[in-house]
């Protein structure tokens, strides 16, 4: 990664002050103050299995390099390794994109108001994330994100990115599209809507997670002839039932995708479809819940974008070590300064 300080006076590498950062990120360390306590509480021993082998950097370093650094290349630099643990579901890689708000970027001088990432479905790790500006350039992000080696995978989208030139772009990485078609594309949804579904056999599943069971209903049939999206070969229904609390609720969607049938049967593209949402549950949900991503402090320069970099990544160490529950883990590596250590040098 290159280093955004001038050469005379620096005392670490940058590289070592991420990877300090990132063991911090694993104990719930959520700003620079917490990160240099955390360095402090190692002490200079424990940092040159790091690479820090000066003296411990302090709070306005974190915060300077962090600021400074180019997020396309931290991204670069850890969804390298992230892409290194991808594993198949249903035969094949899946990578569901979705982008997420960042609020502390309404304040004045942030940058990237919104991070699109693309999470590996198998692992729950972070393959490549892409900051935007604004909501509508999530579709150019995720199209950014094709530029992951992505041949043979299958990219499940929400209604966003249901367009013709992000479907032809898909097919030409040599993966398969599976997009959602909601209310904002009428006339498709109204065609779908209207095809008959009632004679078509249904696969259900249901989970429970955070207080709440969700059952999902998915009916495929062969893409009629007027699906104008490059490769499309299925189109499904999928209805979708949320109870909370005794209060239910019911959404109805369609898809259309260029999985065939001969490679990925109605039980095995529920099981992709599942993972838009998963999306949410899986990473946008524990950055929120568990880190306090929302209403963190840090906004100036690049600070959120990178932070939140280091959090996806110290949510795919975690996972990858077997642990589902995150806030547990953070819990279990902060009382011992050594485990964020060992856990990242084995990752």
């Given at each position: 990664m290159p280093d955004p300080r001038a050469r005379r006076g620096r005392r670490h590498p940058v590289g070592a002050l991420v990877a300090v950062a990132?063991?911090?990120?694993?104990t719930g360390a959520r700003g620079f103050a917490a990160i240099a306590e955390w360095a402090r509480?190692?002490?200079?021993?424990?940092?040159?299995?790091?690479?820090?082998?000066?003296?411990?950097?302090d709070a306005s370093t974190f915060r300077r390099v962090l600021t400074r650094l180019d997020p396309a290349a931290l991204d670069e630099a850890l969804g390298a390794w992230?892409?290194?643990?991808?594993?198949?579901?249903?035969?094949?890689?899946?990578?569901?994109?979705?982008?997420k708000a960042l609020r502390g970027a309404r304040k004045r001088g942030a940058q990237r108001g919104f991070l699109v990432a693309a999470l590996d479905h198998a692992t729950g790790?972070?393959?490549?994330?892409?900051?935007?500006?604004?909501?509508?350039?999530?579709?150019?992000?995720?199209?950014?994100l094709l530029g992951l080696n992505v041949a043979g995978a299958v990219l499940p989208l929400d209604a966003?990115?249901?367009?013709?030139?992000?479907?032809?772009?898909?097919?030409?990485?040599?993966?398969?599209?599976?997009?959602t078609v909601k209310g904002n594309s009428r006339v498709l949804f109204a065609m779908l809507k209207a095809l008959p579904w009632a004679l078509i056999p249904a696969t259900t599943s249901t989970?429970?997670?955070?207080?709440?069971?969700?059952?999902?209903?998915?009916?495929?049939?062969?893409?009629p002839a007027w699906i104008e999206f490059t490769g499309a070969a299925q189109v499904a229904q999928l209805r979708r039932t949320v109870t909370r609390k005794s209060k239910k609720t019911v959404e109805a969607v369609y898809l259309v995708t260029s999985a065939p049938a001969r490679?990925?049967?109605?039980?095995t593209l529920a099981t992709w479809t599942n993972e838009q949402w998963g999306i949410e549950n899986r990473l946008h949900w524990v950055r929120?819940?568990?880190?306090?991503?929302?209403?963190?402090?840090?906004?100036?320069?690049?600070?959120?974008?990178?932070?939140?970099?280091?959090?996806?990544?110290?949510?795919?160490?975690?996972?990858?070590?077997?642990?589902?529950?995150?806030?547990?883990?953070?819990?279990?590596?902060?009382?011992?300064?050594?485990?964020?250590?060992q856990a990242l040098l084995q990752a």
């Open positions: 990132l063991c911090a990120v694993l509480d190692a002490g200079r021993s424990r940092l040159r299995r790091l690479g820090m082998v000066r003296r411990v950097a992230a892409v290194t643990r991808a594993r198949q579901a249903g035969g094949r890689r899946v990578y569901a994109i979705d982008g790790t972070v393959a490549g994330q892409v900051g935007v500006d604004a909501k509508g350039s999530q579709i150019t992000a995720a199209r950014v966003l990115h249901t367009n013709k030139t992000t479907a032809a772009q898909i097919v030409a990485a040599g993966a398969h599209y599976v997009f989970d429970r997670r955070h207080g709440r069971r969700a059952t999902r209903t998915i009916k495929f049939l062969d893409a490679t990925a049967d109605p039980a929120d819940v568990t880190f306090d991503e929302d209403r963190s402090q840090i906004h100036t320069g690049h600070a959120l974008q990178n932070m939140a970099a280091l959090r996806n990544t110290a949510i795919a160490i975690l996972r990858t070590a077997g642990w589902n529950n995150i806030a547990r883990a953070l819990r279990h590596h902060a009382r011992d300064v050594n485990r964020p250590i």
